[in-house]
């Protein structure tokens, strides 16, 4: 593989990019990672570049508005080999063709670990330029798409920080079993003595953008050396030979590093010095779980002038240069560390509701999620019209899946809105509840603002018939009562849901809305809240009968959550009140005069057939020993 390199007239306007073989990019001011947005001069789709194995193909594209030269002359179209380069605007491409060479290295003359406490002590001459430089960190790290985007970025910028600089790399620490780099960190902070802790975080390993970084060999432990990115100011300079020796002291030790290879013998030389050319090499290490194993490693060569003072060898020297190295490592790890808690905490948002996620941010999960008894509003919503769907759209299964995630999503989304958690899914249903984990003294008004907003959105649905949503309604249950809500299940596996009676209570109120034709159920309490605190043309509660569920011993007042007249006027307020007289006129066994009250009610209201039908059945007169309750033959 080859590389090409950019520089701009600032040391910073600098990048170096490897082609894959028979690989073709585009090469312009906005042409993605291949952008050279530092030069006007450059248009925003210059060239197009191939690698060939043998040299870079260069193609200038017609739109493009100034000329590429090559040798000093202008030309639309060349082949460039290996050290050769051309120039657009004033950037500098220089093709280089060197490869990483991992070695062990000669013993340094000097070696010198330097604390971070230490480094704090030590100032800056320049601390302007260095200042200014790291302050553009952010802005590699968030403008990168990918890591070797990154690496690209961060070799650069530190090229630009450290002006003694040779040489910079980006390595890594790895297992021999675990080549790619993608073995998962341990979820625990890296103990410093165990060797290996000090593994790329899977996430920051992708062999596919990394194309295949040089591995050096193994050491006791059975970790390898790696270089992901790396980058040197001569583009026709020897072979990169990092030194696995400075690395692994690194990773051992957890903190900066120099090696000082000047004055050596001959031999020595020959095998290190000369042909790279270094007098010498500090490798920093870059700490936390978003950044494990990796190291910026920095080489370069003492000038002339230091070269012939007394000191020239003197570890203290580069003390600047590593503290810039350091600043940049520290801001590194706190900055990936970040982006990796937001990629946690994004992956844990499909999992854990926002009101819990924003506790658990706050204070101890353990606590938060711990399994306490609290009063909760629940809410089971059910999607009607799947099993006919699923009959219509049985030969393309994959898009009713995705109309029913739609219709889950619709419930989810209310639920949310309104402040709760979603506690469990079951098939086309989803369950979701309110007073928890913190205590909110309106639950029972939240959940009735959820109901009626996923009500109304299957309403317009139903209206539209392209919507994904045609052809679905909603059944909704709510109960209010004491309930565990928290971290539930066994010691395998758990979710954060809701425990207790109430949870069954909504579950069979969901399932009476099918019997009593009604959208929204209310269990007693929950329509007491609703009635002395929420106006009607917010929402409406009408009292629809006392019944005793299928299987249970207690009757139950079943009450329907409706909109406000404004939204649906097809019911009136008036109709609402006939509706609820002629209840109680059928409990007190009055059931001439109820159907007085239902006759005033619109005969399209198919709530009213659960009470006429019930008392036709009884030829319009109460049983024996009426208690006003009506058993019911299922659930």
């Known amino acids: 593989m080859a590389d090409l390199i950019a520089q701009g007239i600032e040391p910073q306007q600098r990048w170096r990019r490897t082609f894959a073989e028979d690989q073709q990019v585009v090469l312009g001011r906005t042409a993605g990672v291949w952008a050279v947005p530092w030069d006007q001069h450059v248009s925003r789709r210059h060239a197009l570049l191939r690698w060939t194995g043998q040299g870079l193909e260069v193609v200038r594209i017609p739109e493009a508005h100034n000329p590429i030269y090559l040798r000093g002359k202008e030309t639309a179209e060349f082949s460039l080999q290996p050290g050769e380069h051309f120039i657009i605007g004033q ?9 990483v060479n991992i070695t062990a290295a000669p013993q340094p003359v000097q070696q010198q670990a330097f604390s971070a406490q230490y480094l704090k002590g030590i100032p800056f001459r320049n601390a302007d330029h260095r200042l200014e430089v790291l302050s553009r960190l952010p802005e590699v790290i968030s403008g990168s798409t990918g890591d070797h985007e990154l690496f690209v970025r961060l070799v650069s910028m530190l090229m630009a920080g ?15 079993d675990c080549p790619s780099g993608k073995e998962t960190p341990d979820a625990e902070t890296p103990d410093a003595k165990t060797p290996d802790a000090e593994m790329p975080d899977a996430e920051t390993q992708d062999t596919e953008t990394l194309g295949e970084p040089a591995t050096g060999g193994e050491d006791s432990e059975g970790r390898s050396v790696r270089v992901l990115h790396w980058d040197q100011r001569l583009a026709a300079a020897a072979d990169f030979q990092p030194s696995e020796r400075l ?29 790279e050319n270094y ?4 490798c920093t290490p870059v700490l936390g779980k978003a950044c494990r194993g990796w190291g910026l ?25 590593v503290k810039f190295t350091e600043l940049a490592a520290a801001t590194l790890g706190s900055l990936r560390e970040m982006r990796l808690l937001e990629r946690q905490h994004a992956s844990l948002a499909q999992f854990l509701s926002p009101v819990v996620l924003e506790s658990i941010a706050n204070e101890d999960p353990e606590v938060v999620l711990a399994p306490r008894e609290t009063e909760v509003s629940v809410l089971f919503c059910d999607l009607r019209g799947f099993s006919r769907q699923s009959e219509k759209h049985a030969d393309d299964l994959l898009a ?34 309110w007073g928890w984990p913190l205590a909110q003294q309106d639950a029972v008004e939240r959940s009735c603002r959820a109901a009626l907003g996923v009500r109304s959105e299957f309403a317009k649905a139903a209206q539209e018939s392209q919507s994904t949503l045609a052809g679905f309604r909603a059944g909704i249950g709510i109960a209010t009562g004491k309930a565990v809500a928290g971290k ?51 929402a409406r509660v009408r009292r629809l009968a006392v019944v005793k569920p299928y299987g249970l011993d207690s009757p139950l007042e079943v009450s329907e959550l409706l909109p406000p007249q404004s939204e649906y006027p097809q019911l009136t307020d008036e109709h609402v009140d006939h509706y609820e007289a002629a209840v109680t006129a059928f409990l007190d066994g009055q059931w001439t005069e109820a159907f007085a009250h239902l006759h005033r009610v619109p005969p399209d209201d198919r709530v009213t057939d659960f009470l006429t039908v019930f008392m036709a059945q009884h030829n319009r007169t109460p049983p024996p020993n009426w208690d006003g309750v009506i058993p019911m033959s299922s659930k």
Do not use: C
């Open 91 to 99: 950037t500098r491409f220089t093709l280089a063709d060197q490869r």
């Open 162 to 176: 450290v002006g003694r600089a040779d040489t910079v790399a980006v390595v890594a620490v790895v297992k021999e």
């Open 247 to 275: 690395i692994f002291e690194v990773i051992r030790q957890r903190q900066s590093v120099l090696h000082v290879w000047r004055g050596q013998p001959s031999a020595m030389s020959s095998l290190f010095t000369e042909s």
């Open 279 to 282: 007098d010498w090499a500090f």
């Open 297 to 321: 490693y920095v080489a370069g060569r003492f000038d002339a002038e230091l070269a012939a003072a007394p000191s020239s060898s003197d570890p203290t020297d580069l003390r600047e240069d």
């Open 400 to 433: 009713l899946l995705n109309r029913v995630s739609q219709a889950l999503g619709v419930m989810t989304r209310h639920i949310h809105t309104q402040g709760g958690v979603v506690g469990d899914y079951q098939g086309d249903a989803a369950m979701g509840f």
């Open 488 to 538: 539930i299940g066994t010691i395998d596996q758990v979710k954060v849901t809701v425990f207790g009676p109430v949870v069954n209570l909504a579950s069979r109120l969901e399932g009476m809305t099918k019997i009593l034709r009604a959208p929204i159920l209310l269990d007693e309490p929950t329509a007491a809240v609703i009635r002395q605190r929420v106006p009607r043309d917010v």
